[in-house]
């Protein structure tokens, strides 16, 4: 609980790394509508399809120096010598930064497709989507934050986005399933599926990376 807390407050004072990535999520989606034809009465058809890149841009933009100022200050060196557990703090970390960035994104998320689309049924299924997708994106680019943590953000973000592709597939199906009237908790289920074996593998595998940057 302790160190819940902690890192709530170090993220809570740094206000561009969390309110940045929503600031910007909100900019793509206000910007949309403007950006197209006055007479064009079609556009949900591509709407969610941006709306699940914005939302793969916002988390990739969260995580840009998550582990940086850590890094810098020897936290994380004292946190790996100490007794507390490194893949726990890294699982929290990786929680608190969803629970500021991606749970107010996935309730924008909502907000702006209901407005778009004034089919709340429709807008409601997208929620969970946009709760889980921030969740599983979120943690691959911190898996790619920590493999370029002295190296640049960009190598990450390169290394990462190949993998974060099949989930952006099962988002295109999953609002396709919902506007043909199929059952699209399979897709849900598959992506928490997919969500819950990277929230057990990755904060281990981070921890490794991040021991192997300052050995």
């Known amino acids: 609980m302790k160190i819940f807390y902690l890192e709530h407050l170090k993220l809570r004072k740094k206000t561009r790394s969390w309110l940045g990535p929503i600031l910007v999520f909100s900019l793509i989606m206000i910007a949309y509508p403007l950006t197209v034809e006055f007479l064009q009465t079609n556009l949900e058809k591509s709407f969610y399809s941006l709306l699940w890149i914005s939302i793969l841009l916002s988390m990739m933009l969260a995580t840009e120096d998550i582990f940086l100022e850590d890094f810098s200050d020897g936290t994380l060196e004292q946190t790996i010598i100490s007794n507390t557990s490194f893949p726990l703090l890294i699982a929290n970390k990786i929680f608190i930064y969803w629970l500021m960035i991606g749970v107010p994104i996935s309730f924008l998320s909502f907000l702006f497709s ?101 050995e």
């Open 114 to 214: 209901l407005s778009l689309t004034q089919d709340f049924n429709l807008s409601l299924s997208i929620f969970p989507l946009s709760v889980v997708s921030s969740y599983i994106f979120l943690n691959l680019f911190v898996f790619g934050n920590a493999l370029s943590l002295n190296k640049g953000s960009v190598l990450g973000a390169i290394i990462t986005m190949p993998l974060a592709l099949p989930v952006l597939i099962i988002l295109g199906k999953s609002v396709i399933a919902i506007e043909f009237g199929i059952n699209y908790l399979e897709f849900l289920l598959l992506l928490l599926g997919i969500l819950s074996i990277i929230i057990t593998i990755v904060p281990f595998i981070i921890s490794y990376v991040i021991k192997a940057h300052l």
